[in-house]
C-alpha cells in the first residue's frame, strides 16, 4: 500500500512513494528520531489516522441503510399489493440492491472511470454512498408524504 494513495486518487506507486509516509511531524516523536515512542506505536497511531475519516462515514450511511429498510416495510403495509411482492418481502431488495451495486460500480463504473483517468479515493467512494442513500431516503420521505395525503383524502 502507498502511503500516498491514500489522500491521492492513485492505484499504484512507485518504491520512492511507497517509502513515504503521511503525516511526517509523527515521524519525530519515534525513539529511533529521539523522541519517547517506540517506532511501531507511531506507525499504528498513524494507522488509527487514516481509518477514522472512513469509519466516520460509516455511521451515518448504516443508519439511513437501515432506517431505509423500516421505511420500505413500513410504506408496503399500506400500500396496495404489486404482484406477488408484500411488504415482508420489500426487506430483501436492500441486500440485493447492495449486492448488484457493489458488482455494478466495481465491474463497470470504477474501471470505466480508471480510463478516463479518473482514481477515487476510499472516502470519496463512502461519501457517494452517503449520497445515493440520502436521495433514496429522500425517496421514501416523498412516497411517504404521497401516502399520508392519499390516506387522509380517502380514508
Not at 462515514?57 to 429498510?69: K, R
Not at 411488504?87 to 440485493?96: C, D, E, S, V, Y
Amino acid at each position: 500500500l502507498c502511503w500516498s494513495s491514500l489522500h491521492q486518487s492513485q492505484d499504484t506507486c512507485t518504491p520512492k512513494q511507497a517509502l513515504k509516509p503521511a503525516l511526517p511531524g509523527l515521524d519525530k516523536l519515534k525513539e529511533s528520531n529521539g523522541g519517547h515512542y517506540e517506532d511501531s506505536f507511531v506507525e499504528s497511531v498513524r494507522r488509527l489516522l487514516y481509518v477514522i475519516p472512513v469509519s466516520s462515514l460509516v455511521m451515518p450511511f448504516t443508519i439511513v441503510f437501515n432506517q431505509l429498510s423500516t421505511v420500505f416495510i413500513t410504506q408496503g403495509e399500506v400500500m396496495k399489493p404489486a404482484g406477488p411482492f408484500d411488504a415482508a418481502l420489500m426487506q430483501n431488495f436492500g441486500p440485493i440492491s447492495v449486492i448488484l451495486s457493489g458488482v455494478l460500480a466495481s465491474r463497470v463504473i470504477y474501471p470505466a472511470l480508471a480510463g478516463r483517468g479518473i482514481h477515487l479515493a476510499i472516502t470519496t467512494k463512502f461519501a457517494i454512498g452517503c449520497l445515493f442513500a440520502t436521495l433514496a431516503i429522500a425517496a421514501a420521505l416523498i412516497i411517504e408524504y404521497r401516502i399520508r395525503a392519499v390516506y387522509q383524502a380517502t380514508g
